[in-house]
T-cell receptor, first 112, second 114 residues
Framework: KAGVTQTPRYLIKTRGQQVTLSCSPI?????VSWYQQTPGQGLQFLFE???????NKGNFPGRFSGRQFSNSRSEMNVSTLELGDSALYLC???????????FGPGTRLTVL | AQSVAQPEDQVNVAEGNPLTVKCTYS??????LFWYVQYPNRGLQFLLK??????LVKGSYGFEAEFNKSQTSFHLKKPSALVSDSALYFC????????????FGKGTKLSVKP
């Protein structure tokens, strides 16, 4: 069974631009969560989607948004990029919230 | 509020020695508990979980963890460390009674020297 895939793997943007990251979960998994990982803040929860509905949202500004499609694939968007948005963005999928999450390799976003 | 504490930023052990990576948690109800490992420039890999039942949970790569309800701890252990175990380890918790998200600790860097 294929794992969680994330595209692109690396991204360089400038301040003020916007970016869209994509995540394809493991086949059959309906829950997708997104995390931001930085050396200073560690792993911070962004949002969780289940069957196209956002179930939870972390403490991030409205510039961060996401969605999930009917095939469970998910995208997250960051608008008006700031230098502090530079991070590794991780996507994770699970069959349901009682099971373990499986993580993708992440998208490394650098904002210049 | 739910929280996870990993009191040690770094743990150093010699190859062949036992290792312990500590985790304590705070949730209002009964938790689901997880351990993940992250190698450099990679995503997180699932190691093991506690849902219910036996307090000693066995996972991947020879790791195990002991759930202690009275001490609200879920320490990760391995009887004999390998150099290849060197990585960043994360403890995570979710309150099974809530709709809350998975909460991760700050991570503990494990360094195993030959």
């Amino acid at each position: 069974k294929a794992g969680v895939t994330q595209t692109p793997r690396y991204l360089i943007k400038t301040r003020g631009q916007q970016v869209t990251l994509s995540c394809s979960p493991i086949s059959g998994h309906r829950s997708v969560s997104w995390y931001q990982q930085t050396p200073g803040q560690g792993l911070q929860f962004l949002f969780e989607y289940f069957s196209e509905t956002q179930r939870n949202k972390g403490n991030f500004p409205g510039r961060f948004s996401g969605r999930q499609f009917s095939n469970s694939r998910s995208e997250m968007n960051v608008s008006t990029l700031e230098l502090g948005d530079s991070a590794l963005y991780l996507c994770a999928s699970s069959y349901d919230r009682e099971r373990e999450q499986f993580f993708g390799p992440g998208t490394r976003l650098t904002v210049l | 509020a739910q929280s996870v504490a990993q009191p040690e930023d770094q743990v150093n052990v010699a190859e062949g020695n036992p290792l312990t990576v500590k985790c304590t948690y705070s949730v209002s109800g009964n938790p689901y508990l997880f351990w993940y490992v992250q190698y450099p420039n990679r995503g997180l890999q699932f190691l093991l979980k506690y849902i219910t039942g036996d307090n000693l949970v066995k996972g991947s790569y020879g790791f195990e963890a002991e759930f202690n309800k009275s001490q609200t701890s879920f320490h990760l252990k391995k009887p004999s460390a390998l150099v290849s175990d060197s990585a960043l380890y994360f403890c995570a918790v979710r309150d099974r009674g809530s709709q809350g998200n998975l909460i991760f600790g700050k991570g503990t860097k494990l360094s195993v020297k030959p």
